[in-house]
């Protein structure tokens, strides 16, 4: 057997700095994607957590004409005596929390700041509100039975210059459709580290926000967490009933899940055109490499060397820059994602879409299963792409290869 | 015992509209053991009629006939097969791979036969020793002069022990020590190991040593005299 390894291996060193460059190229290239892959990996994920955490949970139960938008206290719009409800879907073996909520728009103002919020009304006690809680960076969370008590999140806090501690004024849309105002003192400041989220929202305790806003013994939905988020449709179904809706997650949130599965295809694409164009650079080294070598290959091919001979010749090239490269790459690839899926890439606040939000820091999540396919697609790539110029080596005639050389 | 028998044998090159004719009907046939120069001017057809013989190219008619197959009739696999079988090559140009040492370039066409590797090693040092050649084995073809690369060029067209070894114009690029150097070397194995030599070039002193010299001109043959071994 011929070491066409050996014999590639040297004839790589030949040029060393057109070898060590191009092997560069696919480095490059596969870090670049690598840390992509993370990259989006980490934003999906994120999004996604942070998005059902924060917003939508996994299921929500709501009266069948509610609409999320206008967020009217209405009665029609509302599910009365959520309490008890919730209790029953919350004793579910799938379920981690169920509590009501209820929301009304409002606008604060201190001093001479006025600004729009959403007034959410929350059961203080429930797991489900857990990322508000553990967000507490000054002052302490809500009690169900405070009256004067208000939550609100770090931003708003800053944009209206006020303290743990320090009074605002709240106006509330009532369920009548007029409006009723009333001072607050707040209690505490949160951050869940989405800045575009923390800054339209307000605390108060449901019975509290249920008699601000008129809307008394109702909610607006259930919102419900799943302990596994893929038994969203099993549990939606074993609580369906007249009268309201369910909806999961997966409806909630269709454009951050249709995003999610687009964002494979579009990291597909991407990989391919930064493969494809080190490939380029792979093939236009061997390329120059068979055209310098012609006279040697008329040798080799006069001593009765056969065209897939040859063609595994370039073929193991091909590989040894493919190995180096992508070897090289992939552990730069992995180091850049490593560090940076500890400190995170800060973006700030990117804006809030009801359907998609985003914490202010991405941290990349590098799977071995995305690796894995990079790796296994930047190696399949390179060395197929060199089959053209192996090719050609290999039909190069003898008498022709050995005249090019004179 | 014929090794090559070529009947009517032309060979047309088109470049472009032009037409070359380089060879113009040539029939030969060479014997076992011998030890024959082509000679002729520039483009009298004698690399053309090597490179026939050779299995390196193809005639535009007429028939040849290596070691009692016929050449036409083959296709490429089986040209290489027949090539590093039965045929071994010299260039004028050391045509040696850059990348391999002295011992590797002799023992690459024992590794395209598929010989084992004590095999090899034995055949090689034998050629090594027979080109003496043996202190530089592990040298690349750049640490080598002229006249011992074509040494080793020499040992590795023998490698395989084939019936035919062509040489073309293989004293060119050396002086005369080097150039004689490779002729004796390269008569002393015709007559120990009967391998048949054919020879173009327009060197006196490779002439000197051939038991027949066949003279070309204008793609045709114009003499063939047969002289005595030598």
Not at chain 1, 221 to 229: S, V
Not at chain 2, 160 to 182: C, R, S
């Amino acid at each position: 057997m011929i070491n066409y390894f050996k014999l590639a291996y040297r004839n790589l060193g030949r040029h060393r700095r057109r070898s060590l460059l191009s092997g560069l190229a696919l480095a490059m290239g596969t870090a670049l994607l690598m840390f992509i892959a993370a990259f989006f990996q980490g934003e999906m994920r994120s999004s996604m957590e942070t998005t059902l955490r924060l917003n939508t949970g996994h299921i929500q139960v709501q009266d069948a004409d509610y609409d999320p938008d206008k967020l009217s206290v209405a009665w029609e719009y509302l599910i009365e005596n959520p309490e008890q409800a919730a209790a029953q879907i919350e004793a579910l073996d799938q379920v981690q929390a169920a509590t009501p909520r209820l929301f009304a728009s409002g606008i604060i103002s201190a001093a001479d700041e006025s600004i729009g919020v959403q007034i959410m009304g929350i059961v203080p006690d429930s797991s489900a509100n857990a990322p508000y809680r553990d967000g507490i960076i000054a002052g302490e969370f809500l009690t169900a039975d405070d009256r004067e008590g208000i939550v609100i999140g770090l931003p708003l806090a800053e944009s209206l210059g006020l303290k743990v501690g320090g009074q605002l004024n709240l106006l509330v849309n009532t369920s009548e459709g007029s409006v009723d105002e009333q001072k607050f003192v707040v209690r505490g400041i949160f951050s869940t580290g989405t800045t575009a989220y923390d800054k339209g929202i307000v605390f108060l305790p449901l019975a509290k926000a249920q008699a601000f806003s008129g809307a008394q013994n109702h909610a607006s939905m259930i919102f419900i967490l799943l302990k596994d988020r893929e038994q969203a449709d099993a549990v939606a179904a074993a609580i369906q009933g007249s009268g309201y809706q369910v909806k999961t997650w997966t409806e909630l949130n269709e454009l951050l899940v249709l995003v999610n599965d687009f964002s494979n295809a579009y990291l597909s694409i991407i990989n391919l055109i930064i493969l494809g164009v080190t490939a380029t650079v792979v093939v236009n080294t061997l390329l120059m490499s068979v055209f310098e070598r012609t006279r040697e290959i008329g040798i080799l091919t006069a001593i009765g060397m056969k065209g897939r001979q040859v063609i595994s010749l370039f073929l193991a090239e091909a590989s040894l820059l493919a190995l180096g490269g992508i070897t090289a790459g992939s552990l730069i690839g992995w180091a850049l994602s490593a560090y940076y899926s500890k400190v995170g890439i800060y973006f700030g606040d990117l804006g809030m879409s009801s359907d998609m939000i985003l914490q202010d820091r991405i941290y990349p999540i590098l799977t071995l299963d995305s690796a894995v396919n990079l790796i296994i697609t930047a190696f399949l790539i390179t060395v197929l792409a060199s089959l053209y110029p192996a090719r050609l080596a290999s039909r190069m005639e003898p008498v022709e290869a050995l005249h090019g050389a004179k | 015992m014929e090794v090559a028998k070529l009947t009517d044998v032309t060979r047309i090159y088109k470049i472009g509209e032009v037409e070359t004719h380089a060879l113009n009907g040539v029939s030969i046939t060479i014997g076992n053991g011998e030890f024959t120069s082509l000679v002729g001017p520039s483009g009298s057809g004698k690399t053309t009629l090597l490179q026939l013989i050779g299995c390196l190219d193809q005639p535009t008619s007429g028939k040849v006939v290596i070691d009692g197959r016929e050449t036409t009739r083959l296709n490429r696999s089986q040209r290489a097969d027949l090539r590093k079988g039965t045929i071994g090559f010299v260039f004028q140009f050391f045509a040696l791979i850059p990348t391999l040492t002295a011992y590797e370039n002799v023992e690459m066409p024992l590794l395209l036969n598929g010989r084992n590797s004590a095999e090899r090693k034995k055949r090689v040092m034998e050629l090594l020793e027979a080109v003496d050649m043996v202190n530089r084995a592990h040298h690349r073809p750049d640490q080598l002069s002229g006249g011992q690369q074509q040494r080793i060029a020499v040992a590795r067209a023998l490698a395989t022990d084939p019936k035919l070894i062509l040489a073309d114009e293989p004293t060119a690029n050396l002086d005369t020590e080097n150039g004689e150097q490779v002729m004796e070397i390269m008569k002393r194995l015709n007559k120990e190991t009967g391998t048949t030599f054919v020879f173009a070039t327009h060197d006196p002193r490779v002439i000197k040593y051939a038991t027949r010299v066949v003279t070309l001109h204008d793609g045709l043959i114009e003499k063939d005299n047969h002289s005595p071994a030598k």
